[in-house]
């Protein structure tokens, strides 16, 4: 019988820690590992058809079950393929355990076949990495990358092991014996941060003695599972809140206190009151510039109270009178029981002047013609509430769309690109989705220039039996850089506009069933097809070629210089 190897033990370790899947692509730096997976039979393997498919799908997996995702790959292209997938992950605080092969120790440092100094070239994309020298490493440097993973502000690790290390004789060790060791199980790696108490005193004086006090809700609020006690805050002291992109599944958009997602595309009432606030309370955000717009124009008379557990972004982009670290589980909590109830009627008389929504609509019209992105969207996004379906969205101007348009999703159930901006990063991040969260729905929206990017995927879609259903808003530009173009660069649509195939086809072509809408009158039909499916099926909505997204801050304008609409000009 063969002697266990380093990775028969490293199986050992995954499944140990909880992992039920992993996504990857073979190579030969990474060919012993695979080896043991075939023999040991857990993990289940998820073969994508590209390694950023799998370092997203990883993603996609943790955004939705709250675990952390596991990408394999081997050396060289097999591991810098996986760099977009971890800065992405990285950029929105998500746990992605990255496992690569490497060439072995003798020849390193020769150029040898496919060797790449993975460590040097992730270093700014993850939160560590180790390189596995030894069989006696692999134990500690696996529970360590659970840890960091999951612990404090989550992101991703890269574990680096030599194909020979692989190969090399190993015991694995037991949990029992993990335990004695005194190391901590990834399990049981979670943040203990407490917020100092004097500066949570003083959060809630500045709170109790604000005229026109806001919440700025972010995907913190979401990853802590404090979302019930964000709602009891805001209704004890009757506040304001707006949710960022990654913290819309924070907060319902039909409570009465909503005010929508700030910032480039946010609502008008957001953006405003943002500008007009005395006193806003950062919970879990990082305030980002397309949140915040110019730094220095930002919430001009506010005093800002910024909770988060990562006390490297206090005053990277705005001061924050008063930083508040912990982690919100504890920090969110004791804001909700200890805050005086309060009303503030004459802010919300002001507040409820301004528009809500960016355009009101019945999702339910039957409308007639050509068919609108909003139109679209809108009907897409009543249907994955009514389903309480997860939805990944790729990056441009459907993700603006259905960030408006989108009601009541739970927490943990919209899932998109926010900070690295991905394109491409819809299907593969859905597939993983789906397989963590396979009693869900899951709904892909995605723009006909990303979802070229990893249409590949749809392979690895009909392989794995995921029953996605995927809509594409296809208008055949780069929608939102032609918007860009057309407002700020005098219409010169420069490489904008991108020819594609009939993607119904495409999809039919891997054994998706696929369907082309172009009417209006036909949308509704074609998406209780889509959803009524037991498999994966396609949507190719062939919509207006130049229609844009509103509201809109130009580049370089304060919030309060929203655009409402081409029409009606600055708010």
């Given amino acids: 019988m063969k002697a266990p190897t380093v990775a028969d033990a490293l199986c050992t370790l995954l499944a140990e820690a909880g992992v039920e899947v992993v996504f990857g692509h073979p190579g030969g730096a990474i060919l012993p590992f695979y080896d043991a997976l075939h023999r040991a039979g857990t993990p289940r393997h998820v073969l994508v058809r590209h390694e950023q498919g799998a370092a997203h799908a990883a993603d996609g997996y943790a955004r939705a079950t709250g675990r952390a995702g596991v990408c394999i790959a081997t050396s060289g292209p097999g591991a810098t393929n996986l760099v977009t997938g971890l800065a992405t992950a990285l950029m929105d605080s998500v746990p992605v355990i990255a496992i690569t092969g490497q060439v072995p120790t003798a020849v390193r440092g020769t150029d040898a076949f496919q060797e790449t100094d993975v460590l040097g070239v992730t270093m700014p994309v993850t939160k560590h990495g180790f390189q596995v020298e030894r069989a006696d490493d692999l134990a500690h440097a696996v529970a360590e990358a659970f840890r960091i993973a999951t612990s404090g502000r989550p992101g991703p690790v890269l574990i680096d092991i030599p194909k020979d290390v692989q190969a090399a004789p190993c015991v694995p060790r037991t949990p029992t014996s993990a335990a004695q060791d005194g190391e901590r199980r990834p399990s049981e790696a979670r943040s203990s941060d407490t917020p100092d108490p004097d500066a949570l005193a003083r959060a809630l004086a500045m709170l109790a003695g604000a005229e026109r006090p806001l919440v700025m809700a972010g995907r913190g609020v979401v990853l802590s599972g404090t979302s019930a006690h964000l709602r009891a805050l805001a209704e004890r002291a009757d506040l304001p809140v707006v949710t960022t992109l990654l913290g819309l599944d924070a907060f319902p958009a039909t409570h009465p206190l909503a005010l929508g997602m700030p910032g480039m595309h946010g609502s008008v009432r957001a ?46 982009t705005v001061r924050a009178e008063l930083p508040l670290a912990g982690d919100l589980r504890h920090t969110l ?25 960016a355009e009101p609509g019945d999702p339910y019209a039957r409308a007639f013609g050509p068919l609108e992105s909003r139109f679209a969207i809108r009907a897409i996004a009543a249907r994955i509430e009514e389903r309480r379906a ?6 441009g101007q459907h993700q603006m769309w259905l960030a408006q348009e989108l009601r009541d999703a739970a927490p943990g159930t919209h899932l998109t690109s926010g900070g690295l901006g991905t394109m491409g990063f819809a299907l593969p991040a859905a597939i993983g989705a789906a397989v963590g969260q396979p009693r869900i729905p899951v709904w892909v929206v995605a723009g006909d220039g990303g979802f070229q990017m990893t249409l590949h995927e749809l392979a690895t879609v009909v392989q794995e039996r995921v029953p996605l259903r995927i809509a594409v808003i296809n208008n055949g530009y780069l929608g939102m850089v032609r918007q860009w173009q057309e407002l700020f660069y005098e219409r010169r649509y420069a490489a904008s506009e991108i020819s594609g195939p009939d993607l119904a086809c495409v999809a039919r072509a891997y054994g998706v069933p696929g369907r082309t809408v172009s009417r209006a009158e036909d949308l509704h039909d074609a998406l209780a097809w889509a959803d009524a499916a037991r498999g994966p099926t396609l949507l190719d909505l062939r919509v207006l070629r130049e229609e844009n997204v509103y509201p809109m801050v130009p580049p370089g304008a304060a919030l309060h210089e929203v655009v409402d609409s081409p029409v009606r000009g600055a708010a």
Avoid: M
């Fill in 333 to 357: 909590p004791a804001l909700a029981a200890r805050a005086g109830a309060r009303t503030h009627e004459a802010w919300w008389h002001e507040i409820r002047a301004w528009p809500r929504e």
């Fill in 271 to 316: 953006c405003r009151a943002i500008q007009r606030a005395d006193v806003i309370l950062g919970l879990g955000v990082r305030f980002d510039d397309r949140v915040t717009g110019p730094s220095h124009r930002f919430a001009p008379d506010a005093r800002i109270v910024h909770a988060d557990i990562d006390a490297t972004v206090f005053g990277r």
């Fill in 390 to 395: 997860i939805v990944v969205t790729d990056v």
